[in-house]
């Protein structure tokens, strides 16, 4: 039944990173925690989160080639959250092993329901003064690229998430950049950081790569999979559509899973 979930997880993760760029832990380390019995013990967490890491290195690489295929990226105003988030993962992944299992498990089931909800109240962000694409960045621009750079590295290597829906409201809400070029421009930076993130995971645990082989695989070949049609079907529908989507199947597997970690505990 374990590989029933781990599929299902690494298809709603894969899907996600398509249609919205989000890091395949916020869908599959709250399945993984609460539907998983393996995932329970003293390093779940940490392995579930590394899984989810891995996943999103070439789910996130396929993504944004289908992005950049359709001109959807943006790497001139996006170089510095892509310079600091690197620069972070790893630090984030070493504090993340030490406070264990309650703070990240409980962490990623929040974080899914939130984000749903935001999604549902409004499904597109983005500057009503934009600047063109490519433009260079202004001091201000630069400035809020470089907190927000620091901050979602951090958060990449802490709870495994790829930073793609927090990269995707700074590069709309504040850099100007239209939704598609945003998801583009932030999976083509999810896959450098999830590499970083995910090697110093195994490193620091190494059990992820001697025990859990075979979830790792699977994850891996079935969110690359379904982040590729997502990407697909997300570059020939409007925004709206896609950001409506996304926060109806977040909003409903958040709740679902709090409910099933908290009504039973």
């Not at 395949?24 to 899984?51: D, H, K, W």
């Not at 504040?174 to 083509?188: E, I, R, Y």
């Not at 695989?217 to 709206?240: P, Q």
Request: aromatic content about 10%.
């Amino acid at each position: 039944m374990e590989i029933f979930w781990i599929i299902i997880a690494a298809l709603g993760g894969g899907i996600g990173t398509g249609l919205a760029g989000l890091s395949n832990a916020t869908v599959m380390v709250p399945i993984l925690l609460v539907l998983c019995p393996s995932f329970r013990n003293e390093v779940g967490a940490y392995q579930a989160t590394a899984i989810a890491l891995a996943s999103d290195i070439l789910g996130s690489a396929v993504t944004s080639f289908v992005y950049i295929r359709h001109g959807n990226i943006d790497l001139k105003r996006g170089w510095i959250m892509l310079t600091c988030i690197i620069s972070m993962a790893i630090a984030g992944s070493i504090v993340a092993y030490e406070v264990g299992n309650v703070v990240l498990g409980s962490f990623s089931l929040f974080l899914t329901f939130f984000i749903g909800i935001r999604f549902l109240v409004k499904p597109e962000i983005q500057r009503k003064s934009a600047p063109e694409k490519g433009a260079r960045l202004s001091t201000l621009d630069s400035a809020i690229s470089l907190f927000f750079g620091l901050t979602i590295g951090f958060g990449i290597g802490f709870v495994g998430s790829g930073g793609g829906m927090m990269m995707l409201v700074v590069f709309t809400a504040f850099l100007g950049m239209t939704h598609k070029t945003a998801v583009g421009t932030s999976t083509l930076i999810m896959a450098f950081s999830a590499l970083i993130a995910s090697v110093s995971h195994i490193i620091i645990e190494p059990s992820i790569v001697l025990e859990r082989w075979d979830a790792l695989i699977l994850s891996i070949v079935v969110a690359t999979l379904a982040s590729l049609v997502s990407a697909k079907f997300a570059n020939h529908v409007r925004n709206r559509t896609v950001g409506v989507a996304t926060g109806v199947v977040l909003t409903v597997l958040g709740a679902s899973m709090l409910i099933l970690n908290y009504g039973f505990m």
